[in-house]
């Protein structure tokens, strides 16, 4: 760890080139023992795995501007001396915990994490068997005879809601158990872990992450957006693909059918198959859900009047 | 949160000394001094008060890395404790202890029912007290005393829960109920790094268990081995009992520990008397016997053997030229 002698010279600003060889190498030392990311240094765009010493050296700046604007130093002589080089680590590990935390909560949930979390709440709360070499869940003990056929289970789980994950969604795992405990009562079958993870991952709602990254040049995340009001953008998103006509049809379906027709009457009106007009609504339906879930009801309500108005602008 | 919990179960420090030979920029360096160049004008070269008062409960003392238990077994810990005393200095056969919650600085680990102290200004950073870390450690542990903190929440004292619901560790069954994965680890990882103080205590009791006799006891060990000698008591006839008496001051038996173990290059007896105790090491070779505070004790020497006398109870090193190191007795 760090030698007293130095953090004391560096904290005096008279820091030596033996004392900052030696800062640079133990935060080196750390970064390969714990395989630090590279995306904890702010700003950097080079996506190699394998950290140069300068990008160590641009890291160990980072980390100490950081404890200064956190008067992480303000009190040093109050910590004892034997504990002073314990101290510096601890803020550094801190540091690199909240950097992490910061660059996965803009990434959401990755698959290999909701892999890790399935199978750990697979061993955790349901029955495990392994079937012609493939582990299968179940609520309950099972025989081969009851798995339901991969059509048969995809069906049976199409009409769960999808769980939005959120910038301010900070434990997956309760996420996870959710949507595990949902696919397998929906399936009424026992499924393969495989299968379960790819079924999970796919139930997440994770647009909060896509919106923000679709416009990268944007600084707004979609909580900022939703907490101006403003959902200029995710509508955007939603209406791109809307030809005229489809805007029209979708426009008087869901906010001016005061006649309130039936899909067949509506498919009549706009000389269409009522299959095909089915498929516009349903299709336009999962978009929407894909890209925004209100937080509240009040919130909900502002979205869909300036989806309405969108659709009507769209529609002329 | 990972990090910190692969931090902590690393036992970081044992890393202390490894660095790897590394080129650095001169750029680098300069920013760096830069940085610190007006932040810090006076250093305070003062420190903490270097003062030891009288221990007591709600100080926080910082605990010492290294010591050797009662039964003469080197124990370190790679990283450093802090901890707030919870009780008054209580009494086991004569040795002093007390109880300890041990202070972690990683406060993002926390619950709601943490106790924080998020002022920097008492011990130079915020800290958590990991009130369901309660340990016993012998006082002699402590090593500086660092400040004093009130509980926010007396409540969640275990003495006092006991005594306000009648039912052990009450309060503690009910905050570990919603824990996170990580806040459930973190816990398991800090009760497990606090073996260390409660290992005191029960080093102590141990020795306590198997000493030879009930009013004294004797154990030796070298190279991370124990040993109790066995005691004897031999009656002498008349004759023997008064040469004895006239050498030892004992009268009837003759009573004595014997640490007579073939690993060893020499046979040790161990007596008691009102003096104190008495060593004798049964070689004609050089020996030393030095005290915990490193002074050298007083040796009477002849042919066969060294005799060391008047010696109270306590941790004691004998340095003989064949033992790799010192062998340690402990006299109680």
Not at chain 1, 73 to 97: D, G, H, R, T
Not at chain 2, 8 to 18: F, G, M, P, Q, R
Request: hydrophobic letters at 40%.
């Amino acid at each position: 760890m760090f030698k007293s002698e130095y953090i004391n010279e560096l904290i005096s600003g008279k820091l030596t080139v033996a004392g900052y060889k030696h800062i640079v190498s133990v935060v080196s030392v750390y970064i390969k023992k714990y395989n630090w990311p590279k995306s904890i240094i702010i700003s950097n765009s080079d996506f190699s795995k394998y950290w140069t010493v300068e990008e160590i050296e641009e890291f160990v700046h980072q980390f100490f501007e950081w404890a200064l604007t956190k008067n992480k130093f303000q009190y040093l002589n109050k910590i004892p001396e034997n504990y002073q080089s314990y101290y510096l680590s601890q803020i550094l590990v801190s540091f690199v915990a909240n950097r992490i935390k910061e660059e996965q909560k803009k990434a959401g949930l990755s698959y290999d994490k909701c892999r890790e979390l399935v199978t750990s709440i697979s061993k955790e709360n349901y029955t495990i068997n392994v079937i012609d070499g493939v582990e299968y869940i179940y609520n309950k003990h099972f025989t081969a005879k009851e798995i339901l056929t991969d059509q048969e289970i995809e069906l049976a789980i199409s009409y769960l809601p999808r769980i939005p994950i959120l910038n301010s969604t900070k434990h997956y795992k309760p996420l996870v158990k959710l949507a595990v405990e949902d696919i397998l009562n929906a399936a009424a079958s026992p499924i393969s872990i495989k299968k379960m993870t790819d079924k999970v991952f796919q139930l997440f709602d994770q647009k909060g992450f896509i919106v923000a990254n679709i416009k990268e040049d944007s600084v707004d995340t979609v909580d900022e957006l939703i907490k101006s009001k403003n959902f200029d953008h995710v509508i955007a998103r939603i209406i791109s693909n809307l030809n005229k006509n489809d805007a029209k049809i979708l426009s008087e379906y869901f906010f001016k059918n005061e006649e309130n027709l039936s899909i067949g009457k509506m498919a009549e009106k706009f000389k269409m198959p009522k299959s095909t007009l089915h498929q516009k609504i349903d299709a336009f339906k999962k978009v929407l859900r894909a890209y925004y879930i209100p937080v509240n009801e009040e919130e909900g309500l502002i979205f869909i009047k300036q989806l309405a108005e969108a659709l009507n602008n769209s529609s002329n | 949160m990972k990090t910190i919990l692969q931090f902590l179960k690393d036992n970081a420090a044992k890393e202390a000394d490894i660095t790897e030979p590394i080129k650095v920029s001169d750029k680098g360096l300069e920013n760096l001094r830069d940085l610190f160049r007006n932040e810090f004008p006076i250093v305070d070269k003062s420190k903490y008060l270097r003062i030891h008062p009288q221990v007591q409960r709600e100080q926080i003392w910082s605990v010492k890395t290294e010591y050797v238990d009662f039964e003469g077994l080197i124990q370190e810990i790679p990283d450093p404790i802090l901890v707030w005393i919870s009780s008054e200095v209580k009494q086991l056969e004569g040795e002093d202890y007390i109880r300890v919650y041990p202070i972690s600085p990683f406060t993002e680990l926390s619950t709601e029912d943490d106790e924080i102290c998020e002022d920097s200004a008492l011990i130079g950073f915020p800290f958590l007290v990991e009130l369901w870390n309660e340990q016993p450690m012998l006082s002699e542990l402590l090593d500086r005393y660092l400040g004093f903190y009130k509980l926010k929440n007396e409540n969640f004292l275990i003495e006092d829960s006991l005594k306000s619901v009648g039912e052990p560790r009450a309060e503690y069954s009910k905050s570990i109920i919603g824990l996170t994965p990580e806040q459930e680890e973190f816990r398991l990882i800090e009760i497990s790094r606090a073996k260390y103080l409660n290992h005191s205590v029960l080093s102590l009791l141990s020795f306590l268990e198997n000493r030879q006799e009930q009013n004294a006891g004797v154990v030796i060990s070298w190279n991370d081995k124990i040993e109790y000698p066995q005691f004897f008591t031999e009656q002498h006839n008349g004759a023997l009992t008064l040469l004895i008496a006239a050498k030892t001051a004992i009268d009837k038996n003759d009573e004595y520990w014997l640490a007579d173990n073939p690993e060893l290059p020499f046979k040790i007896f161990i007596r008691k008397d009102k003096n104190g105790f008495i060593i004798t090491v049964m070689t004609s070779e050089k020996v030393r016997l030095v005290d915990q505070k490193n002074t050298e004790l007083n040796c009477e020497l002849d042919t066969q053997r060294s005799v060391f006398s008047n010696i109270d109870s306590g941790i004691y090193r004998l340095f003989y030229q064949g033992l790799n190191s010192p062998l340690k007795i402990r006299l109680k």
